[in-house]
């Protein structure tokens, strides 16, 4: 015979008197599993055994929701840290902007003159972007005018 019991190795008077001493927190670790599980079976479904079945099912249920609110708890700690980073971090962002906006000016040099107004410095990159305009297309009409130019005297 095994050291391990199981629950037909134990009549229903040793049942009641490990009953007896769970109700004293005599038992240890595997008698309670045990008891667990004798409850299921079709031998413990009489009335010597209701008040057992209804404290062993009541602390099974208050486990099992303490570990609910307990990983809820942890979750709500996570989600409340990443909030927290997520908020720090559109703060920080938003003063980088606000400094760097503060930060940029608009400046042009027309004649050896410092100018910062925004208007003046635009209407002079406008002026410049169209002088580079001008210089590209006469710069490539001639390349193009030399290119064929070339071409016929190497011929």
């Known amino acids: 015979m095994n050291n391990r019991q199981t629950t037909y190795d134990r009549t229903r ?38 008040e057992l079945r209804a404290v062993m099912g009541y ?52 004649g050896g003159e410092r100018y910062t107004d925004e208007a003046i410095v635009r209407q002079q990159m406008q002026l410049s972007l169209q002088a580079m305009g001008e210089a590209s297309a006469t710069v490539e009409l001639d390349n193009q005018l030399s290119d064929i130019f070339n071409t016929l005297n190497e011929e």
Do not use: K
Not at 96 to 108: G, I, K, T
């Open 13 to 50: 008077e040793e049942w009641l008197r490990l009953a007896e001493r769970y109700f004293e927190a005599e038992t240890s670790e595997a008698e309670e599993a045990e008891l667990r599980r004798f409850l299921a079976t079709p031998d413990a479904q009489c009335q010597e055994f209701d």
């Open 59 to 110: 602390l099974a249920t208050g486990r099992r929701l303490s570990r609910r609110q307990h990983s809820r708890s942890r979750r709500h700690t996570v989600m409340r840290y990443a909030v927290a980073a997520s908020v720090a971090c559109v703060v920080a962002m938003a003063g980088w902007m606000a400094h760097d906006m503060r930060s940029n000016q608009c400046v042009v040099y027309i």
